[in-house]
């Protein structure tokens, strides 16, 4: 690892009137010295965040990533890249050219079923709330992650082998013993299967979609694609990772840095508030609608009162988590405060109770 002092890049933004995209030096407020004391008796070694509110937003980065790590420093954001999944979602599913509540099966070209429970279709809104029975077995999904410069199967090809019963991943213990929809099991798998419907449905590769329908329009760097300013990975020890990239990579593969982030929470807050946005409010209305109203799944997790399309209701926030190799990630956003705040770290903190403390610490300053 290169070693690189220490930097605090401070920065405050008063009176937001667009998207967070760019942090002058307008002053520091209170949260902007709690951060910079927290993160200095962290061993993060690169972090941002960026939080915004009506009249105000707090802009933060320091550490490094190889070079220093800045509020634009791209990186692996981990599953916050299924948010996009369900945006894409919701555009679709508007715009009629899916359908939410139809078996998958219609649309791919082999057959997904639990085979527990053959005769119950899965569809894409189970997908899209972990209801739809498919898991995440740990030595299949091991698979996905290679070196970025190796040569893999495509996602196709991939998740052919894992649902179909002639395929080399297949396995009974791919999915649980629960019908479809009754039972909450989050699922990656499940997550870049929805994103594969989508890709088959427009016979337009995902990333491609989203890059053209999502990024483009919202004015975010962001890509599925590595570049060679990209953030370096670490452990916990301060050893780098080795590239790597997931075959897939529709649920963590997304690259983007805080300030893109940004811009995509805002255009979410401005458009459910109904006010001018790069996203229709009608699209983001149906990403955000609670889909279990009288309906609880089994094995919810306590904490989340209920789900969107790749979204998790909390309350009254709305977020995701993401964490891989190297990688932390979280974003939340508060419609009834118009509020917003996302955190990028470039190593895992679960690796360690410690990191993950400073990490939360961080994010409660922030609060």
């Known amino acids: 690892m290169r070693c690189i002092t220490l930097i605090g890049l401070i920065f405050f933004c008063a009176g937001l009137s667009a ?14 010295t709690q951060l910079q004391a927290a993160f200095s008796a962290a061993k993060l070694p690169g972090f941002c965040s960026i939080s915004f509110a009506p009249g105000q937003a707090s802009c933060f980065a320091g550490g490094f990533a190889e070079s220093p790590y800045t509020i634009n420093t791209r990186q692996p954001i981990g599953s916050l890249s299924k948010t996009f ?21 219609s649309t791919l070209p082999w057959r997904v079923r639990n085979p527990r ?30 070196a970025q410069s190796a040569k893999s199967e495509g996602l196709g090809s991939y998740l052919q082998s894992y649902f179909t019963h002639k395929g080399q991943l297949f396995n009974s213990g791919n999915f649980i013993s629960a019908t479809p929809g009754s039972t909450y099991e989050y699922s990656n798998i499940g997550a870049a299967l ?95 609608a609670p889909q279990f109203i009288g309906k609880r799944p089994a094995k919810l997790p306590d904490k989340i009162t209920d789900h969107g399309l790749f979204w998790e209701i909390r309350g009254e926030k709305f977020g ?29 903190i679960e690796e360690s109770s410690d990191l993950t403390q400073q990490f939360i610490a961080l994010w409660q300053i922030l609060e």
């Open 117 to 146: 429970f053959p005769s119950m279709p899965i569809t894409l809104r189970q997908l899209a709330t972990h209801t739809s029975s498919i898991r995440d077995r740990a030595l299949a999904y091991r698979k996905s992650y290679v």
């Open 320 to 348: 995701h988590t993401g964490s891989d190799p190297g990688v932390t990630a979280l974003l939340s956003f508060n419609p009834s405060k118009g509020s917003a705040r996302v955190q990028l770290t470039n190593v895992n």
């Open 19 to 32: 998207a967070p995209a760019v942090c002058p030096m307008d002053g520091v407020d209170d949260r902007n």
């Open 194 to 288: 929805a994103a594969y419907v989508i890709e088959v449905k427009l016979k337009v590769p995902f990333d491609r979609y989203v890059q053209s329908e999502i990024l483009a329009p919202l004015a975010m760097q962001s890509s599925f694609d590595a570049r060679a300013s990209d953030a370096r990975l670490y452990k916990k020890s301060g050893a780098e990772i080795a590239p790597y990239r997931l075959i897939t990579y529709p649920d963590g593969g997304l690259i983007a840095s805080c300030s893109d982030l940004a811009l995509y929470l805002h255009a979410i807050v401005e458009a459910k508030a109904g006010r001018p946005s790069a996203l229709d409010a009608a699209v983001v209305q149906r990403m955000l």
């Open 85 to 105: 999944i369900g945006l894409a979602l919701a555009q679709l599913s508007l715009a009629k050219k899916i359908d939410l509540d139809a078996p998958i099966d």
